[in-house]
T-cell receptor, first 111, second 114 residues
Framework: AQRVTQPEKLLSVFKGAPVELKCNYS??????LFWYVQYSRQRLQLLLR??SRESIKGFTADLNKGETSFHLKKPFAQEEDSAMYYC?????????????FGKGTLLTVNP | NAGVMQNPRHLVRRRGQEARLRCSPM?????VYWYRQLPEEGLKFMVY????????ESGMPKERFSAEFPKEGPSILRIQQVVRGDSAAYFC????????????FGAGTRLSVL
């Protein structure tokens, strides 16, 4: 069965410091991974997908199949990055993109 | 485009009553997903629907829960004879045909069962 683990429930850093939010997954098929973010009082929104290999708001994430990880990184955290971050794994097939989510990491960036 | 609309935002029911949660996908979106989030947990998949069809209901509890996405109107998640354990946040997401890998989420419905 598929599983997504985010080992840190809470992560606190200072502004300008590097940040890394960890995500490990377990899946027998070919994984597709996503990071979603939820800012305070806002709805969940897609931050980035591993297949697009993009950088959004300074965040990047690399899929490491050997370590079954998809950690989210940013070299210099900003206060506006404070939010709840969820790692998710696609577990459907064909046009089915049902997602398996981790429990989330609450990132706080202190001034 | 108003985004994915869910209503009500908050719903209070007594044990044994029925709960109906509505989700209007974004305009032009034909795929709808429902997820449930219990306190301190991540979102858990419940059901995936396309217009008039249930594609995957592997995450739905076997009893009391049902979902539909009619040709006209919103998608409905229905919970009959609610129990305290049904108290959770229920999220709907939609995606367009051809870009199914991008899910747009609603703000959720918070169900409280007294």
């Amino acid at each position: 069965a598929q599983r997504v683990t985010q080992p840190e429930k809470l992560l606190s850093v200072f502004k300008g410091a590097p940040v890394e939010l960890k995500c490990n997954y377990s899946y027998s098929g070919s994984p597709e991974l996503f990071w979603y973010v939820q800012y305070s009082r806002q709805r969940l929104q897609l931050l980035l997908r591993h297949i697009s290999r993009e950088s959004i708001k300074g965040f990047t994430a690399d899929l490491n199949k050997g370590e079954t990880s998809f950690h989210l990184k940013k070299p210099f955290a900003q206060e506006e990055d404070s939010a709840m971050y969820y790692c998710a794994l696609r577990s459907g097939g064909g046009s089915n993109y049902k997602l398996t989510f981790g429990k989330g990491t609450l990132l706080t960036v202190n001034p | 485009n108003a985004g994915v609309m869910q209503n009500p935002r908050h719903l209070v029911r007594r044990r044994g009553q029925e709960a109906r949660l509505r989700c209007s996908p974004m305009k032009g979106h034909s795929h709808v997903y429902w997820y449930r989030q219990l306190p301190e947990e991540g979102l858990k998949f419940m059901v995936y629907l396309q217009k008039e069809n249930i594609i995957d209901e592997s995450g739905m509890p076997k009893e009391r829960f049902s979902a539909e996405f009619p040709k006209e109107g919103p998608s409905i998640l229905r919970i009959q004879q609610v129990v305290r354990g049904d108290s959770a946040a229920y999220f709907c997401a939609s995606s367009p045909q051809g870009r199914e890998n991008i899910q747009y989420f609603g703000a959720g419905t918070r169900l409280s069962v007294l």
